[in-house]
């Protein structure tokens, strides 16, 4: 079974600068999707990034961007010019034929 | 585009009795629906997976009988929670996979906070 793993219970930033969110997972898969969705205090689940991982170049969302390492199995999110609304719960996800695993979550706060 | 919303956004009930949650895509149709468990401060835990007009397919360790779900059409699917117990009380997420270019994206409906008394 697949399993990802986020080591960052959780972390904090300040306001413009940049903070990176590890996520490292195990499979023995070739073709599968990475994901970042955000939670923010409302709970609802927000899509921020998605890598398929048959892709060599990186995702890019305007300030969020991954650095996909397929070897490593790692999957970072990187946060440029924080805001006070990135301040929210980070869960990094894979996907293979629809069954997703979810990482534990990191805190991120972002401080005025 | 890619909306999923869910209802009840909250409810209470007493122990014994039944509660239904519904899962709606309003804006696509959606092969594939999943129900999720989140308990405070921890991460989404995948309960089933459902396919329009067949049988949904557990995770390991979910009763069958106690959490049924339903998916009808292709943009509803409902969970009911059975004789529901204060261990059930939970925060429930649905999602749903869009048929088309953006396949193996899950889009999430709000939640639903059950509170068994």
């Known amino acids: 079974a697949q399993t990802v793993t986020q080591s960052q219970p959780e972390m904090s930033v300040q306001e413009a600068e940049t903070v990176t969110l590890s996520c490292t997972y195990d499979?023995?898969?070739?073709?599968?999707?990475l994901f970042w969705y955000k939670q923010p205090p409302s709970r609802q689940m927000i899509l921020v990034i998605r890598q398929e991982a048959y892709k060599q170049q990186n995702a890019t969302e305007n300030r969020f961007s991954v650095n996909f390492q397929k070897a490593a199995k790692s999957f970072s999110l990187k946060i440029s010019d924080s805001q006070l609304g990135d301040t929210a719960m980070y869960f990094c996800?894979?996907?293979?034929?629809?069954?997703?695993?979810f990482g534990a979550g990191t805190r991120l706060t972002v401080k005025p | 585009g890619a909306v999923v919303s869910q209802h009840p956004s909250w409810v209470i009930c007493k122990s014994g009795t039944s509660v239904k949650i519904e899962c709606r895509s309003l804006d696509f149709q959606a092969t594939t629906m999943f129900w999720y468990r989140q308990f405070p401060k921890q991460s989404l835990m995948l309960m089933a997976t459902?396919?329009?007009?067949?049988?949904?397919?557990?995770e390991q360790g979910v009763e069958k009988d106690k959490f049924l779900i339903n998916h009808a059409s292709l943009t509803l699917s409902t969970l009911t929670v059975t004789s529901a117990h204060p261990e059930d009380s939970s925060f429930y997420i649905c999602?749903?996979?869009?048929?088309?270019?953006?396949?193996?994206?899950?889009?999430f409906g709000p939640g639903t906070r059950l509170l068994v008394l």
């Open positions: 996800a894979f996907m293979k034929n629809n069954d997703m695993r």
């Open positions: 499979t023995s898969e070739n073709n599968y999707y």
């Open positions: 459902s396919n329009e007009g067949s049988k949904a397919t557990y």
């Open positions: 999602s749903a996979i869009e048929g088309g270019l953006a396949q193996e994206t899950q889009y």
